[in-house]
């Protein structure tokens, strides 16, 4: 047994040694055919220049569309946040004037600002430039929605949106539509700008406004709830999300303190008469 086992041993270390030299020889050989390569030509060099010369004209150039859409959406989020803060002028003796004078306002942003968005972006490299344009995207779905929701009560939703930005591309290229996460995002955004407009309306004696307000961001609170799980990881909407619930219950805690503690004051802030009794009750003559 001894024997069979140092026979096999001996065995087996000698078909190494023997097969030692073969793999030498495989390797040197394979290190020489590797050393004689074939020197480059002038032909080879002027390719690679000429590959090299292509990426990088096409590398400048998407660096000058960056900045063009960087520009164009610097100046649609600036012209956005004067929509919306034309909306939150609305009272009740104007309403009809603000709301129209915001809807030219929008309308003057899609023509001059998100059109040159439109032109720069049309094609494939909308996806590549997105960090560029993605913040003045939420804010222009912001303030459409915005307009829509004071003038019908209903959402604006997505396919309107990206409907409406059709004219202003080439048909013959690929168009720059709003993608669904940016709409969502822009969408949270306008659940807090419901809030600051659901106070107003109350401090203004329109409480029945106000808690349409409420209904309406609370629906939209609960569907995106149900949405955002199925999302991939995204924590700028899970941020969002934490913000829209504060919406909410700021909108219900001053809708909740009306009923509950403020019926008496309500009269006097929607009153216009100076000499309206403080507390609703009439003052007693000394």
Same mark, same amino acid.
């Given at each position: 047994?001894?024997?069979?086992?140092?026979?096999?041993?001996?065995?087996?270390?000698?078909?190494?040694?023997?097969?030692?030299?073969?793999?030498?020889?495989?390797?040197?050989?394979?290190?020489?055919?590797?050393?004689?390569?074939?020197?480059?030509?002038?032909?080879?060099?002027?390719?690679? %220049?000429?590959?090299?010369?292509?990426?990088?004209?096409?590398?400048?150039?998407? $660096?000058?569309?960056?900045?063009?859409?960087? %520009?164009?959406?610097?100046?649609?989020?600036? $012209?956005?946040? %004067?929509?919306?803060?034309?909306?939150?002028?609305?009272? %009740?003796? $104007?309403?009809?004037?603000?709301?129209?004078?915001?809807?030219?306002?929008?309308?003057?942003?899609?023509?001059?600002?998100?059109?040159?968005? !439109?032109?720069?972006?049309?094609?494939?490299?909308?996806?590549?430039?997105?960090?560029?344009?993605?913040?003045?995207?939420?804010?222009? !779905?912001?303030?459409?929605?915005?307009?829509?929701?004071?003038?019908?009560?209903?959402?604006?939703?997505?396919?309107?949106?990206?409907?409406?930005?059709?004219?202003?591309?080439?048909?013959?290229?690929?168009?720059?539509?709003?993608?669904?996460? =940016?709409?969502?995002?822009?969408?949270?955004?306008?659940?807090?700008?419901?809030?600051?407009?659901?106070?107003?309306?109350?401090?203004?004696?329109?409480?029945?406004?106000?808690?349409?307000?409420?209904?309406?961001?609370?629906?939209?609170?609960?569907?995106?709830?149900?949405?955002?799980?199925?999302?991939?990881?995204?924590?700028?909407?899970?941020?969002?999300?934490?913000?829209?619930?504060?919406?909410?219950?700021?909108?219900?805690?001053?809708?909740?303190?009306?009923? !509950?503690?403020?019926?008496?004051?309500?009269?006097?802030?929607?009153?216009?008469?100076?000499?309206?009794?403080?507390?609703?009750?009439? =003052?007693?003559?000394?």
């Amino acid at each position: 047994m001894l024997y069979s086992s140092c026979r096999h041993l001996l065995s087996s270390s000698s078909l190494m040694a023997a097969t030692k030299p073969h793999r030498v020889h495989q390797i040197v050989g394979a290190s020489l055919l590797s050393s004689s390569k074939k020197p480059r030509t002038m032909a080879t060099n002027c390719i690679m %220049k000429e590959e090299f010369t292509k990426y990088a004209d096409y590398l400048n150039e998407l $660096n000058d569309k960056r900045e063009r859409v960087v %520009k164009a959406s610097r100046d649609v989020t600036m $012209n956005s946040k %004067k929509v919306i803060f034309q909306v939150h002028r609305i009272s %009740k003796d $104007n309403k009809e004037e603000v709301l129209a004078k915001a809807e030219n306002d929008l309308a003057a942003v899609t023509d001059q600002y998100i059109s040159r968005l !439109v032109k720069e972006l049309q094609g494939a490299d909308f996806w590549k430039l997105r960090r560029a344009y993605t913040f003045a995207v939420q804010e222009y !779905v912001e303030a459409a929605t915005l307009c829509r929701f004071c003038k019908t009560g209903t959402l604006l939703n997505l396919a309107e949106i990206n409907a409406s930005l059709l004219p202003l591309s080439d048909q013959s290229i690929e168009p720059l539509q709003i993608n669904v996460l =940016d709409y969502l995002l822009g969408l949270s955004d306008l659940t807090g700008e419901l809030m600051r407009l659901a106070i107003g309306r109350i401090s203004d004696g329109e409480v029945e406004y106000a808690e349409k307000i409420c209904r309406f961001v609370r629906d939209i609170y609960r569907e995106l709830t149900l949405l955002v799980p199925l999302m991939d990881d995204n924590s700028e909407m899970k941020k969002k999300m934490e913000t829209m619930l504060q919406s909410v219950v700021k909108i219900e805690n001053a809708c909740f303190s009306v009923h !509950v503690r403020g019926s008496e004051y309500i009269p006097l802030l929607g009153s216009s008469d100076p000499d309206y009794p403080l507390f609703g009750v009439p =003052d007693f003559e000394s």
